[in-house]
């Protein structure tokens, strides 16, 4: 580049040389894309692009590729005008768009500076709202009402829409003109607006957005919470306050090519060398509890939770059946504990390691946070969509603490995201459906502050059955007294402070500290594998590992669904399990497999979920007055023995009515009553407030209940 100062108030630029031309793109078409443009020659599609790898043009002239991304406008054009210069076997010319892809430099939005404006750039993101897809004029057809004449004016690029103010009829009079639709040239447009990535942020930074337009064939393919890359020129526009133009811009792209990560975990690239690493490390007889040592080692026990939660990371397999049921492979998992037991930090620490994971607090979070907002677009005043935490965690891991604490018009939006997988919007007239394909793990409080191991759990959160029963895995957390757990606790907890103010230490001038003394003390908190490495490690599991299960594992799963099935064919027999719980076996089976890259599920695998299924089942599931597991206790937060003795006291209530009439029956005879059915007293005061909360009786005064 030659630089012209001859002018003390101004610098001259002129470019050396000029590689980019007709016949050069010409040249490059014809060696590397030839097929591709033959087929667009005898497509029938209206609008057509030529999508062309970068590297391709790295290979074909070096100086060609670097042109591309300094000066994109002119460059593109020239590549779509050599188009129709291409020799075909078929006698018809090519007109396209060309897209180019596979830029090797991906940017942050907040990377972006000035030297960056009129450069091609690429940017990874997440869709956060679309705008809906409209024509947009860029070749305006005007007819002159005096003489007829049609003058054509371009408005691309413009921003305003330009009218012509004179007729070659008549220059010396301002001109009335008519725009003449059939004669314009329109084309599809589109605005979408993307946010970072979640796992791209450092702690407490914002993430930021960008406008980008879409025209075309792109216009109407992305959807809000899916990643995508988009490559395209970062164009400005000068900001305008009520005293007129300022001396700030605002930034803006116009989109050449958008490219979408299908995959989960799409954006960690695995070398040959980690490959190597991941396939050595799954030949590991222990590779079980290295994973589950690597999940949270700061946090001392929780053994049979990590495991869960290693499940939940790789998952269970998405079954597309041929009726068009979609039967999901995320797991669910929910942590209901004491408070101070650590529940936040396993959640914060999972959705680190997740390549893909959101958190967010029930406390803090709206149905519309979660799900979907309607919000007012800037650019058109119309209503679009903006993407929520659920929809941003499509295909991770949406982690939700103090999901108890959420308002019951809020949480009722999770019904739908955790079986179905999808967010149905019906906001500000719009209807559509959005993806939220992603693992939920929740944290949840017991309502009285502490757990009481007596008491029914459906009672004692509070969380609609309905909605505790989508969770494959529930794990209550009880900080018990105990001598030689709370020494190892305590010295696990010490050894990680320890380690700490090592490394604080360390780091001051003429530090006395070593690196072998600083090693030794980072042990007892060390992951057996190294988080980069696990998150690879997953995302390798979740890409490439598809295991069938086994005849052998089918029978094993069958034979303990039907025992546990089996005593509730007795008559006022409780039920142990549902197909609910079976597709969760079945999901952690596959999951368990995936962990040792498998493909294929074998009994071990469904003994070690068994064991795993079986613990949550028994911390929620058991009836504490039988002793016998029962699956209504979750479902419909009622058991079996709890719903004869409410359905007895009913009919006490209904007995003793005849004799006391309209004005009610005495709390005090009610219990007394009860009482000879061998109930007691704050049992039957439980379940008069329940029947009375289901409507089944109502108290017309205080201290006497009807029936309904």
Same mark, same amino acid.
């Given at each position: 580049?030659?630089?012209?100062?001859?002018?003390?108030?101004?610098?001259?630029?002129?470019?050396?040389?000029?590689?980019?031309?007709?016949?050069?793109?010409?040249?490059?078409?014809?060696?590397?894309?030839?097929?591709?443009?033959?087929?667009?020659?005898?497509?029938?599609?209206?609008?057509?692009?030529?999508?062309?790898?970068?590297?391709?043009?790295?290979?074909?002239?070096?100086?060609?590729?670097?042109?591309?991304?300094?000066?994109?406008?002119?460059?593109?054009?020239?590549?779509?005008?050599?188009?129709?210069?291409?020799?075909?076997?078929?006698?018809?010319?090519?007109?396209?768009?060309?897209?180019?892809?596979?830029?090797?430099?991906?940017?942050?939005?907040?990377?972006?500076?000035?030297?960056?404006?009129?450069?091609?750039?690429?940017?990874?993101?997440?869709?956060?709202?679309?705008?809906?897809?409209?024509?947009?004029?860029?070749?305006?057809?005007?007819?002159?009402?005096?003489?007829?004449?049609?003058?054509?004016?371009?408005?691309?690029?413009?921003?305003?829409?330009? =009218?012509?103010?004179?007729?070659?009829?008549? =220059?010396?009079?301002?001109?009335?003109?008519?725009?003449?639709?059939?004669?314009?040239?329109?084309?599809?447009?589109?605005?979408?607006?993307?946010?970072?990535?979640?796992?791209?942020?450092?702690?407490?930074?914002?993430?930021?957005?960008?406008?980008?337009?879409?025209?075309?064939?792109?216009?109407?393919?992305?959807?809000?919470?899916?990643?995508?890359?988009?490559?395209?020129?970062?164009?400005?526009?000068?900001?305008?306050?009520?005293?007129?133009?300022?001396?700030?811009?605002?930034?803006?792209?116009?989109?050449?090519?958008?490219?979408?990560?299908?995959?989960?975990?799409?954006?960690?690239?695995?070398?040959? =060398?980690?490959?190597?690493?991941?396939?050595?490390?799954?030949?590991?007889?222990?590779?079980?509890?290295?994973?589950?040592?690597?999940?949270?080692?700061?946090?001392?026990?929780?053994?049979?939770?990590?495991?869960?939660?290693?499940?939940?990371?790789?998952?269970?397999?998405?079954?597309?059946?041929?009726?068009?049921?979609?039967?999901?492979?995320?797991?669910?998992?929910?942590?209901?504990?004491?408070?101070?037991?650590?529940?936040?930090?396993?959640?914060?620490?999972?959705?680190?390691?997740?390549?893909?994971?959101?958190?967010?607090?029930?406390?803090?979070?709206?149905?519309?946070?979660?799900?979907?907002?309607?919000?007012?677009?800037?650019?058109?005043?119309?209503?679009?969509?903006?993407?929520?935490?659920?929809?941003?965690?499509?295909?991770?891991?949406?982690?939700?603490?103090?999901?108890?604490?959420?308002?019951?018009?809020?949480?009722?939006?999770?019904?739908?995201?955790?079986?179905?997988?999808?967010?149905?919007?019906?906001?500000?007239?719009?209807?559509?459906?959005?993806?939220?394909?992603?693992?939920?793990?929740?944290?949840?409080?017991?309502?009285?502050?502490?757990?009481?191991?007596?008491?029914?759990?459906?009672?004692?959160?509070?969380?609609?059955?309905?909605?505790?029963?989508?969770?494959?895995?529930?794990?209550?957390?009880?900080?018990?007294?105990?001598?030689?757990?709370?020494?190892?606790?305590?010295?696990?907890?010490?050894?990680?402070?320890?380690?700490?103010?090592?490394?604080?230490?360390?780091?001051?001038?003429?530090?006395?500290?070593?690196?072998?003394?600083?090693?030794?003390?980072?042990?007892?908190?060390?992951?057996?594998?190294?988080?980069?490495?696990?998150?690879?490690?997953?995302?390798?599991?979740?890409?490439?590992?598809?295991?069938?299960?086994?005849?052998?594992?089918?029978?094993?799963?069958?034979?303990?669904?039907?025992?546990?099935?089996?005593?509730?064919?007795? =008559?006022?027999?409780?039920?142990?399990?549902?197909?609910?719980?079976?597709?969760?076996?079945?999901?952690?089976?596959?999951?368990?497999?995936?962990?040792?890259?498998?493909?294929?599920?074998?009994?071990?695998?469904?003994?070690?979920?068994?064991?795993?299924?079986?613990?949550?089942?028994?911390?929620?599931?058991?009836?504490?007055?039988?002793?016998?597991?029962?699956?209504?206790?979750?479902?419909?937060?009622?058991?079996?023995?709890?719903?004869?003795?409410?359905?007895?006291?009913?009919?006490?209530?209904?007995?003793?009515?005849?004799?006391?009439?309209?004005?009610?029956?005495?709390?005090?005879?009610?219990?007394?009553?009860?009482?000879?059915?061998?109930?007691?007293?704050?049992?039957?005061?439980?379940?008069?407030?329940?029947?009375?909360?289901?409507?089944?009786?109502?108290?017309?005064?205080?201290?006497?209940?009807?029936?309904?």
């Amino acid at each position: 580049m030659v630089v012209y100062s001859h002018f003390p108030e101004c610098v001259i630029v002129v470019a050396a040389s000029i590689v980019s031309s007709k016949q050069k793109w010409k040249e490059f078409f014809t060696r590397y894309y030839k097929p591709a443009i033959q087929q667009l020659a005898v497509s029938d599609a209206r609008t057509k692009s030529l999508t062309v790898e970068f590297q391709d043009i790295v290979k074909f002239d070096v100086r060609l590729s670097e042109e591309l991304l300094s000066n994109p406008g002119k460059v593109l054009k020239d590549a779509e005008d050599a188009l129709p210069l291409v020799d075909l076997p078929v006698k018809r010319k090519v007109s396209a768009f060309v897209r180019i892809v596979k830029i090797p430099r991906k940017m942050q939005v907040r990377d972006l500076r000035s030297d960056h404006i009129n450069t091609f750039v690429s940017i990874e993101g997440t869709v956060r709202k679309i705008t809906d897809v409209r024509p947009r004029i860029i070749n305006a057809a005007f007819e002159c009402a005096r003489c007829g004449n049609i003058l054509y004016l371009p408005q691309e690029g413009t921003g305003k829409f330009l =009218e012509p103010s004179y007729c070659p009829c008549n =220059e010396e009079k301002k001109g009335v003109f008519r725009l003449l639709f059939k004669e314009s040239t329109f084309e599809d447009y589109q605005r979408i607006k993307i946010q970072e990535s979640p796992e791209d942020l450092k702690g407490g930074e914002q993430p930021q957005t960008l406008d980008i337009n879409v025209s075309n064939d792109l216009a109407g393919i992305a959807t809000p919470g899916e990643r995508i890359v988009v490559n395209g020129i970062l164009r400005s526009i000068q900001k305008i306050n009520r005293d007129g133009k300022t001396v700030y811009f605002d930034i803006y792209m116009d989109c050449n090519s958008i490219e979408f990560e299908e995959q989960e975990f799409d954006e960690l690239e695995i070398t040959p =060398e980690d490959e190597e690493a991941i396939l050595k490390l799954s030949r590991d007889p222990n590779i079980f509890k290295k994973i589950t040592n690597s999940i949270a080692p700061s946090i001392y026990g929780y053994d049979e939770v990590k495991e869960a939660i290693a499940l939940q990371l790789f998952s269970g397999i998405v079954k597309n059946l041929p009726d068009g049921t979609r039967i999901r492979g995320d797991i669910h998992v929910l942590l209901v504990g004491d408070p101070g037991i650590a529940k936040s930090q396993i959640l914060r620490y999972v959705v680190n390691l997740a390549p893909r994971g959101v958190y967010a607090s029930g406390k803090s979070a709206s149905s519309a946070g979660l799900t979907a907002a309607a919000v007012k677009d800037d650019f058109d005043g119309s209503w679009t969509l903006e993407a929520g935490a659920l929809v941003l965690a499509d295909k991770g891991i949406a982690a939700i603490d103090e999901i108890d604490k959420m308002k019951p018009e809020d949480r009722s939006a999770l019904h739908e995201a955790m079986e179905q997988q999808s967010i149905s919007v019906a906001k500000a007239g719009i209807l559509a459906t959005l993806k939220c394909r992603c693992a939920l793990l929740g944290a949840a409080n017991p309502k009285l502050g502490r757990f009481d191991p007596f008491d029914n759990i459906a009672d004692q959160i509070n969380m609609p059955p309905s909605l505790m029963s989508r969770f494959d895995l529930i794990f209550i957390l009880q900080d018990k007294p105990d001598e030689k757990r709370d020494a190892s606790i305590a010295g696990h907890i010490l050894k990680s402070h320890y380690a700490g103010e090592l490394n604080a230490h360390k780091l001051v001038d003429n530090s006395s500290i070593t690196d072998e003394a600083l090693a030794e003390a980072m042990k007892p908190i060390k992951p057996d594998i190294d988080s980069n490495l696990l998150r690879k490690y997953i995302a390798y599991a979740k890409r490439k590992i598809f295991p069938i299960m086994t005849d052998e594992a089918r029978e094993r799963i069958t034979k303990f669904y039907l025992e546990l099935r089996k005593p509730g064919e007795a =008559e006022n027999s409780p039920i142990a399990v549902t197909a609910r719980q079976l597709e969760g076996l079945v999901r952690l089976s596959e999951a368990s497999a995936r962990m040792r890259l498998s493909d294929r599920v074998t009994p071990e695998d469904v003994e070690r979920t068994i064991n795993i299924i079986m613990t949550s089942l028994k911390q929620v599931g058991m009836d504490r007055e039988t002793g016998k597991l029962d699956i209504d206790i979750l479902t419909v937060g009622v058991g079996k023995s709890q719903r004869e003795r409410i359905k007895d006291l009913k009919n006490i209530i209904v007995d003793l009515a005849h004799e006391y009439g309209t004005g009610g029956v005495p709390l005090d005879k009610i219990i007394e009553k009860a009482g000879e059915h061998g109930m007691a007293k704050d049992k039957v005061e439980k379940e008069i407030k329940k029947l009375k909360e289901i409507g089944e009786i109502f108290e017309p005064r205080v201290g006497y209940y009807s029936h309904t």
